[in-house]
């Protein structure tokens, strides 16, 4: 169900994106790592909860940067203006 959210990951065993080109890669790896790792634990997979989960991902591994990279990844993807206040609202 999470993969219905992506914009970047699309089932790709590795990634398409070449480093150094922008921030895909980047962004398609955390939604890599919400489909495949966190989707196990959970019962309920719900919009929220994935873009939640992928803005946590990208807070947590790009410290120095993270406001400016997950207000791309919000802007670019494919949450609806609800979700994207929620979100915007846990970090900004």
């Known amino acids: 169900m999470f993969e219905d959210f ?14 150094g080109k922008g921030h895909a890669g980047k962004f398609w790896v955390a939604e890599n790592f919400v489909c495949k790792e966190y ?15 992928v803005c946590a991902y990208i807070a947590k591994w790009a410290p120095y940067q993270f406001v400016e990279l ?21 970090y900004f």
Do not use: H, W
């Not at 914009?7 to 480093?19: I, M, Q, R, S």
């Not at 989707?39 to 989960?53: H, I, P, S, Y």
């Not at 791309?72 to 915007?88: D, F, G, P, T």
């Open 6 to 19: 992506c914009t970047y990951y699309k089932g790709e065993e590795n990634c398409p994106f070449e480093a």
């Open 39 to 53: 989707a196990r634990t959970v019962e309920k997979q719900t919009e929220l909860d994935f873009f939640r989960m």
């Open 70 to 90: 997950i207000r791309e990844y919000l802007k670019n993807s494919k949450a609806s203006e609800e979700i994207r206040s929620n979100v915007s609202k846990l």
